[in-house]
C-alpha cells in the first residue's frame, strides 16, 4: 500500500527529501514528523523535502496513506538518526507441559548469513554455558519470579545481534516481551534489583515497570586523528613501534550507520607488548574510527563512510594498539572530520544497549572539515546517552593544542604514557559506573525520564557534569 523509500543512510539534519512508492488506490498521504504533520500529498511524484531542525536528534517519520474519505488504509514508518541493526536474532522458549519454559533456541539472520564466532548468554546477569544455540536447556527457576535472558552474538567484520527474553512471574504464558534500554549511573549506593526502583522510571508522567538491571558488555569507539599515531607511539621514550599494527581492506568497503567496516579485519602486529599495552578489560570491546570517509554508493543514493575497524577483545589489542595502529580502505579521504565522526560513533557505540563510550584522540592542529559543528555532535552524543571522552596527546613541539582545543575545551592534555594510563582507568572506571535498566514495552529511550526522589541519572546528563 506505501512503503518509504529513503534509506536516511547516516545522519539527517535539515530539509531532506522523503520519496515514497503509493498504491494508485491511495487518495492522499500525510507525513508525520515525530507525529506531527510535516507534509501532505495528494497526487504523484510522491516525494516532499521534510525539514528534520536544525539540531541532531533522533526521529521518527511516518507515512500514512488515505483513501477518499481520509481513512488510513496503510502505513509505513522510519527512524531517523538511530543505529540500526546489521544482524538481527530472536530467542524462542520451550515449554514443559504446564507452560514452564524449560529451554531455548536462538535463531539469526545477517546480510551475509554468517555464523556467529562468539556467543553470549546470560541470564539473570549471569553467564550460561551453551553448548549449543539450536537448544540449550534453562535452569530451574521459581514461577512465581520473572527472569531475564539475553543473548549476544558476534559475527565476523564487527557486525553483531541482540536479543532478550522475559519469562516468569507476569510473563509465564509469553513468549517474550518488548523492552526498552535505558542506560544509567546510580547515584548512591550498588545497582539496584528491579523491584527496589518503584516508580523511579517515567514516561509522559506516568510510572514504568523495570524488568531487568543489567552491566554487561561495554562498547569503546576511538575517534582518532592521524597525527595522534606518531605523538601517542612515542610518549615517554617507551618505543612503541607504530607501523607494525594494520587492519586492511583487501576489496570494496560497505556502509553501514555512516561507517564503512574495513576488509576482515586482520590485525598484525610484530609486538604482542604493543598490541596488547593498556589491555582492555574482559567485558569491554573496542572499535577504531578514523575521521575520514569514503564514498559509497547504495542503490541510488552516494553518501559519505567513516572507515571504522572490526570489533576487538581483550585478546585482540588495548587501547594502545587503537591509538598507533594503522587502518585503512580504498579510496579514503586525505582530508578529516572530527565532529561528523564522533557523532557517528556515537551513534554507533548507542548500537547494542551496552555500556559506551567514545574516545576522541587529538593532536597537532590540521583543520576540520565536518558539516556539524562541535556542539551539535557533543548534543547528539549527550541525546543517545554515550559519554564523550577527549584526550590531547602533546609533542614536545606542541604544547598549545591551538584550534584544536578550542573547539574541544574538555580536552584532557597528555603527555608522558603515565597520563595516558592516567585517562585509561578513568575511562574504564566511568564505563564501570553504568547500568542498563530495562524497562517493559517499546518506546524511544530519550522518551523516559527519571521520577523526583530518584537516586539515578542518565547516562547523558551524569557525564556532562563530570
Known sequence: MIEILTLFL?????????????????AAVDLHLDGV????????????????????????????????????????????????????????????PKGRPVAARVTWETVGELLPIETTVTLDGEELEVASLESFPLPSTSGD??????????????????TQVVYGGTY?????????????????????????????????????????VEKGPAEIIVVRADSVREVAGGLGGRGFDIGTGVVGASGGSSATEGSAPVGSGAVASSSERD????????????????????????????????????????????????????????????SERVADAVAVAGMRAAWGNRRRAVVLALAGDAPDLSTLSTKAARTY????????????FVGEQD??????LEEWPEAERIRSFGDLKRAVRTLQKR????????????????????????????????????
Open 145 to 162: 519470579e520473572f527472569h531475564f535472558l539475553q543473548v549476544d552474538l558476534r559475527f565476523a567484520g564487527g557486525i553483531s545481534a541482540h
Open 381 to 392: 552524543l549527550r541525546t543517545m546517552d554515550v559519554p564523550l571522552f577527549v584526550w590531547h
Open 37 to 96: 504533520v510535516a507534509a501532505r500529498l495528494e497526487q504523484p511524484p510522491w516525494q516532499a523535502l521534510v525539514d528534520f531542525g536544525s539540531d541532531l536528534v533522533p526521529h521518527e517519520i511516518e507515512a500514512l496513506a488515505l483513501d477518499e474519505r481520509g481513512e488510513v488504509t496503510g502505513r509505513a514508518s522510519r527512524e531517523v538518526n538511530r543505529p540500526r541493526p546489521e544482524a538481527e536474532a530472536i530467542i524462542f522458549l520451550e515449554r514443559d
Open 172 to 212: 509465564l504464558d509469553e513468549a517474550g516481551s518488548e523492552l526498552t534500554a535505558v542506560p544509567v549511573v546510580f547515584t548512591k549506593g550498588k545497582a539496584r534489583k528491579p523491584a527496589e526502583l518503584g516508580d523511579w522510571f517515567v514516561k509522559d508522567g506516568s510510572p514504568q515497570r523495570v524488568v531487568a
Open 275 to 334: 598490541r596488547r599495552a593498556l589491555a582492555l578489560g574482559s567485558a569491554e570491546r573496542l572499535r577504531l574510527l578514523l575521521p575520514r570517509s569514503t564514498e559509497v554508493r547504495h542503490e541510488r543514493v552516494t553518501h559519505s563512510a567513516f572507515v571504522i575497524s572490526p570489533r576487538l577483545d581483550s585478546k585482540r589489542g588495548g587501547l594502545f594498539w587503537a591509538l598507533t595502529s594503522d587502518l585503512y580502505a580504498p579510496g579514503m579521504s586525505t
Open 431 to 466: 564505563l564501570d559506573e553504568q547500568r542498563l535498566v530495562w524497562i517493559d514495552g517499546r518506546h524511544a529511550p530519550e522518551s523516559i525520564g527519571l521520577a523526583e526522589g530518584a537516586v539515578a541519572e542518565r547516562i547523558g546528563t551524569y557525564f556532562e557534569r563530570r
Open 399 to 404: 604544547d598549545s593544542g591551538g584550534a584544536r
Open 10 to 26: 547516516g545522519l539527517v539534519v535539515g530539509p531532506h527529501p522523503v520519496e515514497l512508492a503509493v498504491d494508485p488506490s491511495v
